[in-house]
């Protein structure tokens, strides 16, 4: 499975954006997928993820109400919508995939990752 994400940009705080994480191969829908991001000078983090339906979307508390993750299995893509964002939201996001069914917020649940795209806030 290669992974390519998309959508990151430069907004003001408050702003909204939305990522897209296209994915190759006939059995995207069989993977649960992820996001994750990165701050300069910090670990990755979790930031959301999907069951392989659609299911347990799943959200770390920082973004809850404000990031909603969705796929379309026929376009092999997930979202990552995000809305109200922050100064803190800046860092690299990555898309994953993982080979399980539901939503997982573990790293260690996902084998694939994409190359990463910039979501900078300004305050």
């Known amino acids: 499975v290669q992974l390519q994400a998309s959508g990151g940009g430069l907004v003001q705080a408050g702003g909204s954006l939305r990522l897209s994480c296209a994915a190759s191969g006939r059995t995207f829908s069989s993977y649960r997928m992820g996001w994750f991001r990165q701050a300069p000078g910090k670990a990755r983090e979790f930031v959301a993820a999907?069951?392989?339906?659609?299911?347990?979307?799943t959200y770390t508390d920082s973004v809850k109400g404000r990031f909603t993750i969705s796929r379309d299995n026929a376009k092999n893509t997930v979202y990552l919508q995000m809305n109200s964002l922050k100064p803190e939201d800046t860092a690299v996001y990555y898309c994953?995939?993982?080979?399980?069914?539901?939503?997982?917020?573990?790293?260690?649940?996902?084998?694939?990752w994409g190359q990463g795209t910039q979501v900078t806030v300004s305050s």
């Open positions: 994953a995939a993982g080979r399980g069914t539901i939503a997982t917020m573990q790293e260690g649940g996902y084998d694939y």
């Open positions: 999907i069951g392989w339906s659609g299911s347990s979307p």
